[in-house]
T-cell receptor, first 116, second 113 residues
Framework: EPEVTQTPSHQVTQMGQEVILRCVPI?????FYWYRQILGQKVEFLVS????????KSEIFDDQFSVERPDGSNFTLKIRSTKLEDSAMYFC??????????????FGEGSWLTVV | AQSVTQLGSHVSVSEGALVLLRCNYS??????LFWYVQYPNQGLQLLLK??????LVKGINGFEAEFKKSETSFHLTKPSAHMSDAAEYFC???????????FGSGTRLQVQP
């Protein structure tokens, strides 16, 4: 069964450093997402991406964050200058684009980011 | 605006007992409703979803949920709990014109032998 894959599974970084989290969405999907889950809290939407541009973003997704689809398969989340409060599990996800917003969103297994 | 409330952050049942996990939503547009499960150290896996049509939806692993518009609810049930059902369960909502999901805070299900 096709799946969303994410790397790295776990990354430890020093405060102020840049981090790039990588994702390979399901190959025929057109919509890509990043969500995060701070330990013990709910899963929160960060950003959605379609046709090489951001289609929707939350208030969490400020200027410290950026997303990119550098080639035909990868989808990345960059955090420019990490803060302690960025420590969380980051989930990449994708969905097919048929115009029905009830499409299932498929999630990867997550990248656990620890900022020290 | 959309929101999801999951009543009970922890639910404990005995193996073989009924599982009932509660979810209420708020949405200004007709909702699409989802239940996801998260096993320890794993990602989110879709259990089932409601978009349109039949209000009782069946999912994987014997789970089902019923959309009740009048009660703005989408409770998840399973007739007989299994030890392997122990996990965290998240209810989520999206809606027309909005692809992003809004999640509830999750319910951790514990199954006692």
């Amino acid at each position: 069964e096709p799946e969303v894959t994410q790397t790295p599974s776990h990354q430890v970084t020093q405060m102020g450093q840049e981090v790039i989290l990588r994702c390979v969405p399901i190959s025929n999907h057109l919509y890509f997402y990043w969500y995060r889950q701070i330990l013990g809290q709910k899963v929160e939407f960060l950003v959605s991406f379609y046709n090489n541009e951001i289609s929707e973003k939350s208030e969490i997704f400020d200027d410290q964050f950026s997303v990119e689809r550098p080639d035909g398969s990868n989808f990345t989340l960059k955090i420019r200058s990490t803060k302690l409060e960025d420590s969380a599990m980051y989930f990449c996800a994708s969905s097919a684009g048929t115009g029905d917003t009830g499409n299932t969103i498929y999630f990867g297994e997550g990248s656990w980011l620890t900022v020290v | 605006a959309q929101s999801v409330t999951q009543l009970g952050s922890h639910v404990s049942v005995s193996e073989g007992a009924l599982v009932l996990l509660r979810c209420n939503y708020s949405s200004s547009v007709p909702p699409y409703l989802f239940w996801y499960v998260q096993y320890p150290n794993q990602g989110l896996q879709l259990l089932l979803k409601y978009t349109t049509g039949a209000t009782l939806v069946k999912g994987i692993n014997g789970f089902e949920a019923e959309f009740k518009k009048s009660e703005t609810s989408f409770h998840l049930t399973k007739p007989s709990a299994h030890m392997s059902d122990a996990a965290e369960y998240f209810c989520a909502v999206s809606g027309t014109g909005r692809r992003a999901l809004t999640f509830g805070s999750g319910t951790r299900l514990q199954v006692q032998p």
